[in-house]
DNA sequence: AAGTGGTCTAGACCACATT
DNA sequence: ATGTGGTCTAGACCACTTC
């Protein structure tokens, strides 16, 4: 394990435990280069990234000090910001797909400019209601490039894509880019979640990119509204 | 200007120009470090930057790629990530508020759990409509701690909250937390925003944190669900 | 004036991918 | 074996706050 990743971890738990309290001024990074054995930029490093947590402050000129958080935006923070498949959101929880439809397709033109892909590629075509616990949470109309996500299967798309692309083709996925929206339920989308017409659903559009730098999935979510929330952490530098 | 910030610049310039183009390798850090004059830690910080605005891909052990982003998704991420007041939002627009309360109340529970503030302390209590050329937009309701925002007059509530805290009191908004949800509006909701009863909202609850790591603001806000919209990048490490 | 965090360097060694 | 990016150091100088 990495030298900042040791120190970071060792104060955000001295935050968690109240060693350190709220708005109190924690050792400065001479001490802490001292304290840890470490040199100034690795220290820096560790605390750079309790900032983008969001559980500390650092003044030039005065000092680091301990973000005056309620214990309720703490729980928030410790569940990190990773994204992940639905499948592993839920992971005490039965998941599994109604498959609306699953087939290759030559991609349509909004797919092509999400993907970057020449507009005469094949994708594959999926359209599936995602189940958690027996009740339908989120519809899903997903696009990915036959040729970088190949030989998928029915029973992935019954299961988790997410995990096919990671276990069995040991492809990584690096990040992805996300817009949430709001509108109302079409007809089918009322009628597939289990929603009176016209509820409000949020409208996660996303693109998803792997470590290779090309984007393997253009996909828009529809959630339920009472099933729904993002949470970020925004900061001004 | 920091040398890391000019070096991320001229490299993301580079990359909207076409100079560097979708999935080509850029040159190797070693080579920009003496490209750029500058030492290799310099360098990394640049390209890190980069990679969390998502515009480029590391990989360990063979280099660095650009991402193959679509024309679209490089528009939004140029607009950058910062957050703003509503006012600075739309520069180039009439903004202004319908004031429905402004008083000063002792702290309600929840508002005191979020601010993190002693439980008989006291807080504006605002609650206005935002307007942006003319048409109802937001509606807001905020606390802040009389403590913290002095002197907080209702001319501020009818145009910019934050550019009064900006302005006049010389404080510096650090970061935000902010969760995105989405509802029916109430009755009274879609009356002021011109909506249908029933329509969908979306809800952002935010708590905002000056520089100095106090909570000022703890503010839920409803959107239009055809003016709201939130975008951001996932990365996995 | 003294002390803080911010930036930058020149170079070392490591983990990982490719050849 | 070579070369990539990742981590870490020891120390320098700078920008800013506080006294």
Redo the contacts between chains.
């Keep these: 394990m990495q030298k900042y990743v040791i120190i970071s971890n060792d104060i955000r738990n001295k935050i968690l435990n109240g060693e350190y309290v ?2 109190q001024q924690i050792p400065f990074e001479k001490d802490l280069c001292v304290h840890y054995n470490a040199s100034k ?1 690795t220290v820096k490093k560790a605390l750079d990234m309790l900032v983008s947590e ?1 559980l ?2 650092k ?1 030039r000129g005065s000092g680091t ?9 703490i729980n ?2 410790t569940l990190a ?3 992940r498949g639905t499948t592993s959101l839920y992971p005490d929880k039965k998941v599994y797909s109604k498959v609306l439809n699953f087939s290759i397709e030559k991609v349509p033109e909004l797919a092509a ?4 892909i020449a507009s005469d590629s094949f994708v594959y075509d999926i359209h599936r209601v995602r189940y958690v616990d027996d009740k339908p949470t989120v519809m899903e109309k997903i696009y990915m490039p036959i040729d970088l996500i190949p030989n998928l299967k029915e029973k992935n798309i019954k299961g988790s894509i997410y995990g096919y692309i990671k276990e069995e083709l040991h492809l ?13 339920a079409t007809d089918f989308e009322a009628e597939e979640l289990g929603m009176e017409k ?5 409208v996660a559009e996303q ?1 998803g ?1 792997l ?5 393997f999935e253009f996909s828009t979510s529809i ?1 339920r ?2 099933n ?9 530098n």
């Design positions: 709220a708005n930029m969001g500390i402050i003044r000090f301990v973000k005056d958080l309620s214990a309720d935006a928030r923070i910001n990773q994204f400019n999400k993907l970057n990584n996925i690096q990040s992805a880019h996300r817009t949430i929206s709001v509108r109302k016209g509820d409000p659903v949020a693109v990119y470590d290779t730098g090309s984007a959630h509204y009472d729904f929330s993002a949470e970020f952490v925004l900061t001004s």
